[in-house]
């Protein structure tokens, strides 16, 4: 008997991480404690990518519409993404990670924005898997700092109107250089984008599971994988045509 075809991994994974405060009440604990929880699942997510060589994982960690929450919360996220930043970016690095961070970062406190940098810098030359924290991050502000850089490079005379290309106009996105998401996981039980990659997104087959994020467990995300290997991908053409 030939031995069955090894399952298709998706190249690129996007992840909204959703849920915390949720895991949190359930517990009558404080929402960052479900937040905190919640790095659990980055670990097992990292180490699951990294041990399948998929390319890239994308986490949505806090979008531009949660800067509106409670500032009490907002300070706590802030200090455990600076505290487990310091925490992790020693073995990321030993694991051949490049981390970065994408979002609009100038909203970000200048303590915080430093280590990022750092980070970055730290594990920019690394080969493994290509981890971008989406961070003070929304898909229209991406859209719209693309549009910002494409009008510019046409008003200094770089650029012509007509070159602008979907093409020219991905490579200005945040995620530029990397294939697409071909994977979108959201935990938490809602079926929303929360305006995350919207334009990245086209194409991405959408997972959508009800669990919790800090419940999120390797079986979790080996049911992803699974539900992925399963999808026929048309990209708009007919099955006879995506078989020949
Ligand atoms: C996701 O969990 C984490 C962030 C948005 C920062 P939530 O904090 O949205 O948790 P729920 O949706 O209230 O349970
Ligand atoms: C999306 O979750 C953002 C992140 C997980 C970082 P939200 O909890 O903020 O989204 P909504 O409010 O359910 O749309
Ligand atoms: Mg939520």
Not at 21 to 45: D, S, T
Not at 91 to 101: G, N, P, Q, S, T
Not at 126 to 154: E, H, K, T
């Amino acid at each position: 008997m030939p031995a069955a075809a090894p399952p298709v991994l998706p190249r690129h994974v996007a992840i909204t991480m959703d849920g915390n405060g949720r895991w949190a009440a359930a517990r009558a604990l404080p929402r960052i404690a479900g937040h905190r929880a919640g790095l659990k699942p980055v670990r097992m997510c990292i180490e699951a990518c990294a041990a399948r060589a998929i390319e890239a994982l994308t986490l949505f960690a806090f979008s531009s519409e949660n800067w509106g929450r409670p500032a009490a919360e907002v300070g706590k996220l802030m200090g455990l993404f600076l505290e487990s930043l310091e925490k992790e970016i020693d073995e990321l690095h030993a694991k051949d990670v490049r981390v970065r961070f994408v979002g609009a970062r100038e909203r970000i406190g200048a303590g915080l924005r430093q280590r990022i940098e750092a980070a970055e810098q730290r594990t920019g030359g690394n080969s493994g898997l290509c981890l971008q924290i989406a961070m003070s991050y929304g898909g229209r502000w991406d859209i719209v700092q693309a549009a910002r850089r494409l009008a510019a490079a046409c008003v200094n005379g770089r650029l012509r109107a007509e070159e602008i290309t979907e093409t020219s106009f991905g490579e200005a996105l945040a995620l530029a250089g990397l294939p697409p998401p071909d994977l979108l996981i959201r935990t938490g039980g809602e079926q929303r984008l929360s305006n995350f990659l919207l334009w990245d997104a086209a194409y991405s087959e959408l997972f959508f599971t009800p669990t919790l994020w800090p419940d999120f467990a390797l079986s979790d995300f080996r049911a992803a994988l699974d539900f992925f290997a399963a999808r026929e991908r048309r990209f708009g053409k007919t099955k006879s045509q995506r078989a020949s």
